[in-house]
């Protein structure tokens, strides 16, 4: 599975984003994926989960209440909905694929993305 990451830029405090990762192949929908950041100096931390139907889905406390993770099996796509951004959101932004969800809250992913970057402005 190849992932690309797309929708990074600059952003306002309290504005809003939404990050897109589009995956090739059709394995997609047997994937649990998730969304991880890494902010400069910071070790890269979860973000977000969700269930290969979409059905259950997993946040940070940090992200929980502003940010809102989807997927779309029909296109391959799995979304980050960012709202109430903060200038602490600032990071380098990853989506990645695992086989379990407790392989991918402990980072145990079998496919990264590239990343994404946006800043949040104060």
């Known amino acids: 599975v190849q992932l690309q990451a797309s929708g990074g830029g600059l952003v306002q405090a309290g504005g809003s984003l939404r990050l897109s990762c589009a995956a090739s192949?059709?394995?997609?929908?047997?994937?649990?994926m998730g969304w991880f950041r890494q902010a400069p100096g910071k070790e890269r931390e979860f973000v977000a989960a969700?269930?290969?139907?979409?059905?259950?889905?997993y946040y940070a406390d940090s992200v929980k209440g502003r940010f809102t993770i989807s997927r779309d099996n029909a296109k391959n796509t799995v979304y980050l909905q960012m709202n109430i951004l903060k200038p602490e959101d600032t990071a380098v932004y990853y989506c990645?694929?695992?086989?379990?969800?407790?392989?991918?809250?402990?980072?145990?992913?079998?496919?990264w993305g590239q990343g994404t970057q946006f800043t949040v402005s104060s």
């Open positions: 990645a694929a695992g086989s379990s969800l407790a392989q991918v809250l402990r980072g145990r992913l079998d496919y």
């Open positions: 969700i269930s290969r139907s979409g059905g259950s889905t």
């Open positions: 192949g059709r394995t997609f929908s047997s994937y649990v």
